[in-house]
């Protein structure tokens, strides 16, 4: 599994992105996916996870509400939808793969992609 995020930019306060995380060669179909980010200086930390199916999603604390992961496995992509976007979620978001849990403790997830940088100023 070669996971690929993208979708990441600089945006206002306020505004609105799109992540995306696909994989080129493998149906993502059978795994859970998670989004986690990481800001300078800062741990790792979930922001929100979908299981294989899609019918199961949850968002931390920090974005709940504003924040929506959806997939759609005929894509073979996951998405995360951030919306009315704050300073403090400036981070590099990583999509990540596992088969077993859906929790967002980021050690439990052996399938990393490269990050996207978001970044959110006036």
């Known amino acids: 599994v070669q996971l690929q995020a993208s979708g990441g930019g600089l945006v206002q306060p306020g505004g609105f992105l799109r992540l995306s995380c696909t994989d080129s060669?493998?149906?993502?179909?059978?795994?859970?996916i998670g989004w986690f980010r990481q800001a300078p200086g800062k741990e790792r930390e979930g922001v929100a996870v979908?299981?294989?199916?899609?019918?199961?999603?949850d968002h931390s604390r920090a974005v709940a509400g504003r924040f929506i992961v959806s997939r759609n496995n005929a894509k073979n992509t996951v998405y995360l939808q951030m919306n009315r976007l704050k300073p403090e979620d400036t981070a590099v978001y990583y999509c990540?793969?596992?088969?077993?849990?859906?929790?967002?403790?980021?050690?439990?997830?052996?399938?990393w992609g490269q990050g996207t940088q978001v970044t959110v100023s006036s």
């Open positions: 060669g493998v149906a993502l179909d059978n795994y859970n």
């Open positions: 979908i299981n294989a199916r899609g019918d199961t999603a």
């Open positions: 990540a793969a596992n088969t077993i849990t859906t929790t967002f403790n980021p050690r439990a997830w052996d399938i």
